[in-house]
């Protein structure tokens, strides 16, 4: 896979005053594989950048992705928001290769920007191996291979910091979200993590022990979040994966038949896996764009509405429909929290 760009969704009019695009990079962690995460993601950014149109018309919104696992591409410098993946084997895999420097260097840059503010500020949501990835990176937990592979649809523990933090702070103190992976992060190292300016948001297990100690939430370093679930995951998505006959008997092997059941009953509960992937990563891209906003001249955006997309009705993918038109755009500085 080669890195490319497109524009989503009608063209915009040509503007007078000039605006700068708004440019967003998939850095696909997949090493070349095809799976449901990328379709999911893409869905996402299409509608956020048809929220971002609504009220800025004539903003031209720019989708880039980049594949460096299987093709050694350097991550694009010049978009705004990024979302890294997560992706197949040991976050070990490709040490010494260049797209490994070249990630490490990003992710230093990318704190870097966000430091210093302004219009050329970056920020980065991190998924699974791309979270792996980050705590490889700035060493503030030690990653670690698990006994055997955590799959389904898992609960997620917030921490108090977690609670009051933008990122999950519309959860309370649990969400529910699809879980795929063979390795966790461990041993927090508390005092890096805070050298770093980070927090840790959310858990395997509510006291951090009885069902896990990994850790599955970060606000690593401004501007880079991260979490080890896939709150990218869509119903058409879970059920493309629970419904092989190879992973149904593996779950039923590990977890039991009546927690497959069960599992199979919480993606027609609009309060857990749905209301992640309306909420979660859309809400940090929202939060995000406002911070940019005022040093773009772009018109802020009101917060995600808590309304679960038509895609996790049973039997149905459609995607969610264009909010109808506001009467009177929001204030720029909307729904942009300090610190964030």
């Not at 779950?251 to 009953?265: N, P, S």
């Not at 993606?267 to 859309?282: M, N, S, W």
Request: glycine share 8%; net charge neutral.
């Amino acid at each position: 896979m080669t890195q490319h760009s497109q524009h989503l969704g009608p063209s915009a009019p040509t503007s007078t005053n000039d605006i700068r695009p708004l440019r967003l990079c998939i850095v696909d962690m997949n090493n070349g594989h095809v799976n449901q995460a990328m379709r999911c993601l893409r869905g996402m950014v299409a509608t956020f950048f048809e929220r971002v149109r609504l009220y800025n018309p004539q903003l031209d919104c720019q989708l880039v992705e980049v594949s460096p696992r299987d093709t050694n591409n350097p991550i694009p410098r010049d978009c705004d928001l990024y979302i890294g993946t997560g992706g197949p084997g040991s976050p070990f895999d490709g040490a010494g290769d260049p797209w490994t420097f070249d990630l490490a260097r990003f992710f230093d840059e990318t704190v870097e920007s966000t430091i210093k503010g302004g219009v050329d500020q970056r920020a980065m949501f991190a998924i699974c191996h791309s979270f792996e990835m980050a705590v490889q990176h700035f060493a503030f937990a030690k990653m670690a291979p698990r006994v055997d592979r955590k799959f389904g649809i898992m609960p997620v523990y917030m921490t108090p910091a977690g609670q009051t933090h933008p990122l999950l702070a519309p959860f309370g103190d649990r969400l529910f979200a699809f879980e795929h992976r063979n390795w966790e992060a461990v041993d927090l190292d508390e005092r890096k993590l805070a050298s770093l300016g980070g927090s840790l948001l959310a858990l395997e297990s509510r006291d951090g022990i009885s069902k896990g100690r990994a850790i599955l939430g970060v606000d690593i370093a401004p501007g880079i979040e991260a979490v080890q679930f896939h709150p990218e995951a869509d119903r058409a998505g879970v059920v493309n994966w629970i419904s092989r006959p190879e992973q149904a008997a593996a779950f039923k092997a590990t977890y039991g038949e009546v927690t497959y059941q069960a599992m199979l009953r919480t993606l027609d509960d609009p309060r857990r896996v749905a209301r992640t992937y309306t909420l979660l990563i859309p809400g940090w891209l929202t939060r995000r764009f406002n911070l940019l906003a005022p040093h773009r001249d772009y018109v802020g955006l009101p917060p995600v509405p808590d309304v679960i997309p038509e895609r996790f009705a049973p039997g149905g993918t459609a995607m969610s429909a264009t909010p109808p038109r506001p009467s009177t755009p929001p204030s720029a500085n909307l729904a942009a929290p300090s610190g964030a």
